[in-house]
């Protein structure tokens, strides 16, 4: 795990190169104790693209993806596209009306202060059925919401045979059963 210490009130951005690319994510504060690159895809098309296509070279065989609300939308609608894929799953962070009889599981996210709840509906659950279902998201911390897509998968019936990110960021960069593009370090604040 790669942790930087700096001092927040002068280190604001952290300088990235993922996918070819470079980008300067701002620092972000979850506690006292820790502070993270807040690393954004929505509305950066071209680094959407680019990291897409470099999660589409690594693509274990499948026959669906699934990721969970919100940010993963544009990444995994991205890999789709380019696979020629008729179809991909969206957990959702709230039961909608053309959804019937959902499936729930819990989730706590670091970004994310309170508990949350991410719902399958029952026609997607019965789509994942038998098959070889690959889970993308565009960051893994701690695990919580892979966890709690890995529930939603298995509780349908579907094949995990994969787990895909864009960054891992910290203890989730020495997971051996995560596929990702680049490491994210995490901020500890100096003591003085």
Known sequence: MKTITIDPKTYHYYPLEVAGLKRDLPICKVNDDLYIGAFVIFGDIELTSACAAELVKRLPEHDVLITAEAKGIPLICEMA??????????????????????????????????????????????????????????????GESLHSIEQLVKRSGGNIVGKMTILAEGEATERKDITYLEELPVFIPEKK
């Not at 020629?84 to 599981?105: F, G, Q, S, T, W």
Request: hydrophobic content about 45%; charged content about 25%.
């Open 81 to 142: 596209r380019m696979t020629n894929a008729p179809r991909y799953i969206v957990a959702r962070k709230a039961p909608k009306l053309y959804m019937h009889d959902p499936i729930a599981v819990e989730v706590r996210s670091i970004t994310t202060a309170a508990l949350q709840v991410l719902y399958l509906d029952k026609s997607d659950a019965d789509y994942m059925k038998g098959k070889r279902v690959v889970i993308v998201d565009d960051v893994i911390s701690t």
